[in-house]
């Protein structure tokens, strides 16, 4: 009897391993013990390897993502400037922008440009010659006219009325012997005596070109309208004066021979 109570109160206290392994009691009552074996979840809870594995990696993940796209972006840029680059060397070089469907690598463009800029060179070296020898030639024009100012008498050389009187006298006697002719021309000397100053210090004679050529830049100068105008008007304000042409328009003719042949006798007395 005593054998068969305590056969049974042991049979009582066995536990099967399914039943142990699933009673949570049993299992706070295992973990909490010094025993050296551990639960396998509780030891995948536990470790700090798998946690840190778990929290670092969306961080490592996107630090590999914003690396890379900078790494892009760089690379890019890079290359968004060797083509502007390439691009100016073929707007800068006359032989490529003749010929823009050209196709060219970017070692032969660098040849191009390399051989442009020895042209430029070439050309502004020629340049820096041409304006030394202008330069050396201002210089020796400067001596020279500096040698020819110093020739020249200190107080000038005196001016000669002997070619305005004589240009007067001829002018008179041309007047003359036209208004006898047609006494209309007497008329227009009016006119032009005023202008023959100027035309006598203008004007050269030494040859026929200087003549045609000194008369023209004369007639630009001082043959205007307004240079004309007063001219005229002094000459009609004479006309009224001298003459009988408003009271007795008849007479104009004669009165212009009169007056020429006056002229003409007085220079005699």
Known sequence: MSQSGSSHSMSQLSVSPDH?????????TFSD????????????????????????????????????????????KRRYN??????????????LQQNPNAKLSKAAMLQKGAEYIRQLKAE????????????????ALNTSISNCQSLLPATGAPVSRRT??????????????????????????????PLLSSFNNFVSSSSLDDLYSSTMHWIEQHCTLADLRPVVLNSLRYLCTKTEILSDPEKLPDEAREIVLESKTNKKH
Not at 124 to 139: F, G, T
């Open 20 to 28: 142990s392994s699933s009673d949570p009691l049993l299992l706070n």
């Open 33 to 76: 013990s010094d025993s050296p074996v551990m639960d396998p979840l509780a030891q995948s809870i536990h470790s700090p390897t798998s946690s840190h594995s778990s929290i670092g990696s969306p961080t490592t993940e996107s630090c590999h993502r914003d690396r890379r796209s900078g790494h892009i972006h760089a690379e890019q």
């Open 82 to 95: 060797i083509k502007n680059g390439f691009d100016m060397i073929h707007s800068l070089i006359p032989h």
């Open 124 to 139: 502004r070296n020629q340049l820096k010659e041409e304006m030394e020898s202008l330069r050396h030639q201002i210089d």
């Open 164 to 193: 305005d009187c004589k240009m007067q006298e001829m002018f008179d006697e041309y007047v003359r012997s036209r208004t006898m002719e047609n006494w209309k021309f007497w008329i227009f000397s009016l006119i032009f005596r």
